[in-house]
């Protein structure tokens, strides 16, 4: 459906000049649900802009259905974007526009008939949920209601592909859940190809069914969003796994570390995050029998991702003779994110 | 009395008609005067160097002559396009002439706030620069342009006082002419309060145009 092969993109400025995309390949197949995934600067907005050419790419290829993008010419083009809707985190509605006129919009720019068009906008008006809505301004809005009207201007040529940059960025976790809800309703009623960019792992854990995760102009690590999961080979894949459970000790339980950390002559308090394969294995009893140390569970946190388990441990260990941390650098070596919670 | 009364009224109707016909053509050429100087610029939909840089020259010479002079220089001009140099038609053309400009750069400020995301989100709909300009950007600048035909028409107000180097007519020269040159101090108050009256009136209503054009944003 879009086939990404070596795309570079170069911004020249009078400061110097940017690489914000270096070599880039992506294969998104239709009917997916792309998370592209990166820290802010990493080049996910520009990846997500050449798609559609906003950005002109510095060289290499974008194929839309066979369709070479970077070969169009302007008029092609204009038809090409018709079929390309595109959602915003600032939503980028018109402010002199009523909802109704916002989502007739693209109607008017693509000539479709009056009748037609009032058609079409009652229908995503309903699709959306705001069709009371209709008569009012964007200004009179909430986040959540603006960017619905951002989907249903985005829905309006019956596109085939659907970019959404940060499209959940601006709101609060619960409206988050509803437009993601509301995206991945549409990706399976409408068959339409998303591709999602975003900084948080849960948008990509709600609704993506592949991710691709980007560093610093390149694409480091894709897979499925099981595989990255269960199995994330980079530490910025790690990274962005840990953020979804960052883990914020209680204030009592910290009260209780401190006192253990001033009795424990050779303990440790730690603080283990744990995600992917590993944890179907039994490793704290392998630990305690392995190197005779004493575990206690002091706080838990866990998640269930495709059936698999996430999340983060704070746990005490005991043990004499430098036990303890021959047992923590062990816990390390097989890969789980160990670290000693100083408090004090 | 009655002759001051009647003096006094054909000079405003002579002013009223010098600034709403100049603000009219300054509107019809000084906004797409603007839409060309923004459009142009740099990264913006029509990006064009040579062409932004000369319309920015042009307007900025217009707009360094003082208006006195502009009016006398361009005599020769106002006598091909009217076919006379002086009276109150005549003095239109150096009026609008002078307000073409700085119409076209208030309307430049105008559109450099719209917001880059919502010409951007156009773009990506497929709309052609055109669809952009008619559709997005003057829509979204249009309070600011009703405001900026407001300021341009005060100003015409104020330079519709010097119309009469070119026997123009209007306040201004009536004022110069009975209440300077034959010290009749009361016509020369009289003038000058029908011209704030005049200034408040436009502000007024101007101010009405934008407050209705910006209800809901
Ligand atoms: N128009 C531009 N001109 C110059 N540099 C840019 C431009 N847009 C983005 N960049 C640079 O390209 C890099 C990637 O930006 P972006 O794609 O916006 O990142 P992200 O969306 O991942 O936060 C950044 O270093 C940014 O400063
Ligand atoms: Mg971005």
């Not at chain 1, 479709?112 to 009179?140: C, H, M, W, Y």
């Not at chain 1, 650098?329 to 408090?343: A, F, K, N």
């Not at chain 2, 773009?123 to 405001?147: C, N, R």
Request: proline letters at 3%; charged letters at 20%.
């Amino acid at each position: 459906m879009i086939r990404i092969r070596n795309l570079t993109k170069v911004y020249t400025s009078a400061s110097g000049t940017v690489k914000a995309l270096d070599g880039i390949n992506l294969d998104i197949e239709k009917g997916d649900i792309f998370g592209i995934i990166g820290l802010s600067g990493a080049g996910k907005s520009t990846l997500l802009r050449c798609i559609n050419l906003l950005e002109k790419p510095t060289s290499g290829s974008i194929e839309i259905d066979g369709v070479e993008m970077t070969g169009l010419s302007p008029k092609e083009l204009k038809e090409m974007r018709k079929k390309i809707g595109m959602i915003f985190q600032h939503f980028n509605l018109l402010s002199s526009r009523t909802v109704w006129g916002n989502v007739a919009f693209p109607l008017e720019i693509a000539g479709f008939d009056r009748k037609t068009i009032n058609e079409k906008v009652e229908n995503l008006l309903n699709l959306v949920g705001l069709s009371d809505k209709a008569r009012s301004f964007p200004s009179q809005l909430s986040g959540g209601q603006k960017q619905r009207v951002g989907i249903a201007r985005a829905l309006a040529c019956d596109p085939k592909v659907l970019l959404c940059d940060e499209a959940t960025s601006a709101l609060d976790p619960e409206t988050t859940l509803s437009i993601l809800k509301l995206l991945k309703d549409i990706n399976e009623k409408l068959g339409i190809t998303m591709v999602v960019v975003t900084h948080e792992m849960n948008v990509i854990k709600q609704i993506c069914n592949k991710v691709a995760v980007i560093e610093k102009s390149r694409v480091v690590e894709q897979g499925t969003t099981f595989e990255i999961f269960s199995r994330p080979k980079t530490q910025t894949a790690r990274n962005f796994l840990k953020s979804m459970f960052i883990c914020e000790i209680p204030e009592e339980l910290k009260a209780k570390i401190k006192a253990l950390n001033g009795n424990l002559a050779e303990g440790r308090v730690v603080k283990i995050g744990f995600f992917g394969e590993i944890t179907a294995k039994p490793i704290l009893s392998e630990v305690v029998k392995k190197f005779g140390v004493n575990a206690n569970i002091l706080y838990g946190n866990i998640d269930n991702i495709q059936g698999t388990p996430f999340g983060t441990l704070v746990v005490q260990f005991e043990g004499k003779n430098g036990t303890a941390d021959r047992a923590l650098s062990y816990l390390q070596d097989i890969g789980l994110d160990v670290e000693v919670v100083e408090i004090g | 009395m009655a002759e001051t009364v009647k003096l006094l009224f054909s000079a405003t109707r002579e002013t009223v008609y010098m600034v709403a016909v100049s603000v009219l053509i300054a509107s019809i050429f000084g906004i797409p005067l603007g839409v060309l100087l923004y459009s142009t610029d740099r990264g913006r939909i029509l990006e064009n160097s040579p062409l932004n840089k000369a319309l920015g020259t042009i307007v900025n010479i217009f707009r360094s002559i003082p208006f006195v002079i502009l009016l006398i220089m361009l005599i020769p001009f106002t006598r091909w396009l009217v076919g006379k140099s002086i009276g109150t038609t005549a003095a239109i053309v150096p009026l609008s002439v002078a307000a073409i400009p700085f119409m076209g750069r208030l309307t430049e400020t105008a559109l450099r706030e719209v917001d880059r995301g919502v010409i951007e989100a156009a773009q990506a709909m497929g709309a052609s620069p055109f669809q952009v300009i008619t559709k997005v950007l003057i829509p979204e600048a249009l309070p600011s342009i009703a405001a900026g035909i407001t300021i341009t028409a005060i100003n015409l107000v104020g330079y519709s006082a010097m119309a009469g180097v070119i026997g123009g007519g209007g306040l201004g020269d009536l004022a110069v002419r009975y209440g300077y040159q034959r010290f009749m101090l009361d016509i020369m108050l009289y003038t000058v309060a029908i011209l704030v009256v005049m200034v408040q009136l436009i502000q007024v209503l101007g101010d009405l145009v934008v407050k209705y054009l910006s209800k809901h944003r």
